[in-house]
C-alpha cells in the first residue's frame, strides 16, 4: 500500500518517503477535538514545506480555520 503526505493547507500530495517525511512538519489535534478535514489521518495533520515557509503562522492559521484556534488564547483571556 502506497503512503502519501497530503499538505492540509494546500492539499498537495507527495509520496512519503525518507526525505519528504521528514520535512513535512506534523500537527497533532489537541485530544477530543473532532475535525472532518481530507488531509486528516488518524490525529495527525501533515504540512508540506512550501506552506510552512510561506505561512510562519501555519499551526495557528490552520487550528483556526479548524474551529480549534485560540485554546491558549482563550485561557489567557479568561484570566
Ligand atoms: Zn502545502
Redesign the pocket.
Known amino acids: 500500500m502506497a503512503l502519501y503526505l497530503h ?1 492540509a ?4 500530495k507527495q509520496a512519503d518517503g525518507i526525505i519528504s517525511g521528514t520535512a513535512w512538519a506534523r500537527l497533532e489535534l489537541p485530544p477530543g477535538a473532532e475535525v472532518d478535514h481530507p488531509a486528516l489521518k488518524g490525529s495527525m495533520f501533515r ?2 514545506p ?2 510552512q515557509q510561506r505561512h510562519p503562522d501555519w499551526r495557528e492559521s490552520l487550528l483556526a480555520s479548524l474551529g480549534l484556534g485560540g485554546s491558549n488564547q482563550a485561557r489567557a483571556e479568561a484570566q
Open positions: 499538505c493547507i494546500c492539499n498537495r504540512v508540506c512550501t506552506c
